[in-house]
């Protein structure tokens, strides 16, 4: 069963068409990725899923249910979470604290403080990010922001995970632990749709790809088969392609 | 008696005022990013610098108006380079600038009222000018609300077309959309929200002096001045200024009424509308 | 700020303040007339103080209505104060004040910053405009009384607000609620992502601060007896908790109390002194703080003690 389906999503912004009448639907368990070359519509795709925007047409389902209206909290509660590609931590708020709130408010139920306590140094670890220090989130390097922000997603206990640029910024030894993590946490039972640049890192790791440009669905299918697509490497290589030919 | 034309007539006067002041209010927050909470002390300024050039040195009004109107731009843009660009510069965030500068406008608003009460006292003024009745269309009306209602107007008028036809209006109106972009394109940025500012308060000392020529004036008179103009910028659409000038109309059309069904509850009348403006379409009218 | 979670675990600073409060508390006893009724004020100022700091602090709205709160406690005991017992009456003006309160943040705090700050602004005035023309129009009064209380009743009155206040702001801060609340300031989107109610837990906390300010409206009201709707909705009292938690400091507990404490001896200097003047000092103090004193006066001396700290590693 499809954990996430997407029938017809559309938004504009003033006479620009952000999301283009998009369908798509991702297995419960895969790695699912979202590229596309900038200004396609990736994140705002994303913020169509997670409610931080409203589409003016088309519905999404998550876990067969329609929630497509719902509030952000509401649909994190229910097991959507998601990271944002500006970094959006609680700068003047300890890394503990970062992830504890989310672990206190985002599952379908709440939690007590001790327990999400535990939760959360045990969620750092997991990210590899020092536990128990009183470093401010603002003080921190943009690649282990990025982390802690994995792991303030991971506390609300999420069946799906959206993660978006996660990569960025990093240097190939962080871009390979980036992806052993991201390897982890499928491994945590957690379904993962990730927008990302670095072409290796998606190549490698996910299962299933789809390609947006203008707001539009070009491609789907997997990474060898969205490869070879002529409209993606049209896309994405333009003229140069057909210099060669 | 009154009739359905005075109520008309006065409420174009009403909404053309406070059009004016709600263009000033909109040029400060919707550019400079100022949420000028002592708009209306700057209103009360111009009032009672017209006020005082009429009676102490006998200066027309009218002439007044654009002497007052100078003043007040001068302190708007000095304001502007001096405590808000220092506000600007040590911001965090853009969202910190906004609430530090409306801060700093709350003790402003304090200082210019005392300044007013250290000058003027603290008693109701008035003057006259204009006071003879003027008949059209069967109906009596003061010559000053007419020629009040028809400056206004003018200014309004002038104002659009300043924003529409001329070079600064055009960067005036790029500075609101993006500022950075058109930092970038060349506009000299600094000047131009400084320059926004001193607009806002030029227009803040007009609508003073139109209202000093038809109604009475006291130091405290501000404060409702400039909740108004906050109601009639979000009706217009905040960062809109035909908005505010529409929106002025409305409110303006809408207090006369008011008055004439239930004096006194013109106000509470606003901020019902205010209400549900925020309930239904906070955007405003012509918002985005 | 680790600051307000973690400070006071230490057993000194809490028997200091409970000595404090014990001291504050037998003034009745000890000192004169003039004294205690300074110290209402004082005591008045901080629950005011407090309760604004407690929701625009964390959350960054900035209320500029808390007059419109304490006023409405006010014209409760205005109302109420013949017919009823004063606690019952005390209760009643919280409530009240805490239903407009919800009613303003249902209306404002689903939207951004700016339109609540807006509406806030003209509260006052059109509370006082309002509860003027009832008055006039409908109810036909045109002042009404308040039985008066002792000044040892209303001093122990307003005391006890604060230590209630005090006690659920500490509580508060060192709960998840706290920390959602800071986390609403800090990056409200990423806080709703992380399955926080938003919207929910600003007005709760709103309805709260007004709460408190209701309460102590209605315990002041009978010391000023007489009451109008312009004595009870005075724009001033906007403006005074604002000056002290941005002088005093916003995010610490203390920081607003302090602040309080400053400003209600300062105005009582000025108003003597400088009748004619006080509100342009007082504004130009404001104006000052927010150009040179970001984090208050609290944040002023924490910098310098942390300067005094690196001279000392720096010679050792």
Request: charged share 10%; with cysteine.
């Amino acid at each position: 069963m499809p954990i996430l389906e997407g029938t017809g999503l559309t938004i504009r912004f003033g006479g620009l068409t952000a999301v283009s009448n998009v369908d798509f639907s991702v297995e419960q368990g895969e790695i699912f990725g979202l590229i596309g070359p900038n200004g396609a519509g990736k994140t705002t795709l994303f913020n169509l899923l997670s409610a931080a925007l409203k589409p003016q047409s088309g519905s999404v389902r998550f876990k067969g249910q329609e929630i497509t209206g719902l509030k952000p909290y509401r649909i994190c509660r229910m097991g959507l979470a998601r990271t944002f590609q500006v970094v959006k931590l609680f700068g003047n708020m300890n890394l503990l604290d970062n992830v504890l709130l989310a672990a206190a408010f985002g599952r379908e139920h709440r939690i007590n403080r001790v327990k999400a306590e535990e939760e959360a140094a045990e969620l750092l670890e997991f990210v590899e990010l020092p536990v128990g220090e009183e470093t401010l989130a603002k003080e921190l390097t943009l690649g282990r922001q990025k982390r802690l922000e994995v792991a303030r997603a991971l506390a609300t206990r999420p069946d799906l995970l959206l993660l978006d640029e996660m990569m960025e910024g990093l240097n190939p030894t962080e871009v390979a632990k980036a992806m052993a993590l991201v390897q982890k946490i499928q491994g945590r039972g957690v379904t993962v749709i990730m927008i990302e640049h670095v072409m290796k890192a998606i190549m490698t790791v996910c299962e299933r790809i789809m390609v947006l440009h203008h707001g539009a669905k070009i491609a789907e299918g997997t990474p060898s088969q969205v490869s070879a697509d002529k409209t993606v490497i049209e896309v994405y290589f333009g003229a140069k392609s057909n210099a060669g030919s | 008696m009154v009739t359905f034309l005075d109520i008309i007539i006065s409420g174009l006067l009403l909404g053309g005022i406070y059009a004016v002041t709600a263009v000033g209010l909109s040029l400060q927050y919707g550019v400079a990013r100022v949420l000028n909470i002592a708009h209306g002390e700057f209103i009360m300024l111009g009032a009672f610098l017209t006020w005082f050039l009429f009676t102490t040195f006998g200066i027309n009004p009218l002439v007044a108006l654009f002497i007052s109107g100078l003043i007040l731009f001068g302190v708007g843009f000095l304001l502007y380079r001096t405590l808000f660009t220092r506000l600007r510069i040590s911001a965090e965030t853009p969202g910190a600038f906004e609430g530090n500068s409306m801060l700093a406008c709350f003790g402003l608003l304090f200082i210019i009222q005392n300044v007013a009460i250290l000058c003027w006292g603290a008693d109701i003024k008035g003057y006259s000018f204009l006071a003879f009745p003027v008949s059209f269309w069967g109906a009596k009306f003061s010559a000053n609300r007419l020629v009040t209602l028809l400056f206004a107007l003018v200014i309004c008028l002038v104002f659009y077309l300043f924003l529409s036809k001329t070079r600064l209006g055009k960067a005036i109106r790029a500075a609101a959309q993006d500022p950075e972009t058109a930092g970038l394109m060349g506009v000299r940025i600094n000047r131009v929200l400084a320059l926004c500012y001193g607009l806002g308060a030029l227009m803040a000392g007009f609508g003073g002096a139109l209202i000093s020529m038809s109604y009475n004036i006291h130091p405290t008179m501000g404060l409702e001045y400039t909740m108004i103009a906050l109601i009639v910028i979000v009706l217009g659409g905040l960062g809109s200024i035909p908005g505010s000038l529409i929106g002025g109309l409305v409110l303006g059309l809408v207090g006369s009424i008011v008055t004439h069904v239930e004096p006194g509850l013109a106000l509470v009348a606003y901020y019902v509308i205010f209400m549900v403006l925020l309930l239904v379409k906070p955007s405003g009218i012509l918002g985005k | 700020m680790g600051i307000g979670n973690r400070t006071f675990g230490n057993t000194p600073a809490w028997i200091a303040a409970l000595l404090l409060l014990a001291l504050v508390a037998a003034a009745p006893l000890y000192a004169g007339v003039y004294t205690v009724i300074l110290m209402i004020s004082v005591l008045m100022y901080m629950v005011i103080a407090v309760s604004w700091a407690f929701f625009s602090g964390p959350t960054g709205y900035i209320s500029l209505a808390s007059a419109a709160f304490f006023g409405t406690g006010i014209y409760t005991s205005a109302i109420f104060g013949m017919v009823l017992p004063m606690p019952l009456v005390i209760l009643l003006g919280a409530l009240a004040s805490s239903g407009l309160a919800l009613l303003v943040g249902a209306i404002t705090l689903r939207l951004k910053g700016i339109y609540f700050v807006m509406f806030t602004f003209g509260l006052v005035e059109l509370m006082l405009n309002f509860i003027l023309w009832w008055e006039v129009t409908i109810s036909g009064t045109t002042g009404r009384v308040v039985p008066p209380m002792s000044n040892q009743t209303v001093f122990y009155s307003m005391l006890g607000i604060l230590v209630v206040l005090v006690l659920v702001v500490f509580f508060v801060r060192r709960s998840t609620y706290g920390l959602a609340l800071q986390s609403i300031g800090e990056n409200e989107e990423a806080a709703a992502h992380s399955g926080v109610h938003v919207t929910a837990i600003k007005i709760t906390t709103y309805a709260v601060s007004a709460f408190f300010m209701g309460a102590a409206g209605a315990v002041m009201a009978t010391r000023w007896t007489y009451i109008d709707p312009k004595i009870a909705f005075n724009p001033l009292i906007c403006f005074m908790p604002v000056l002290m938690a941005i002088f005093g400091g916003m995010r610490p507990l203390f920081g607003p109390i302090i602040g309080a404490a400053i400003f209600t001896y300062l105005e009582q200097y000025l108003i003597t002194r400088f009748p004619y003047y006080y509100m342009l000092i007082f504004g130009a103090i404001m104006v000052v703080s927010i150009l040179y004193m970001p984090e208050g006066l609290l944040g002023l001396v924490q910098k310098i003690r942390i300067r005094i700290r690196e001279k000392q590693h720096a010679n050792s």
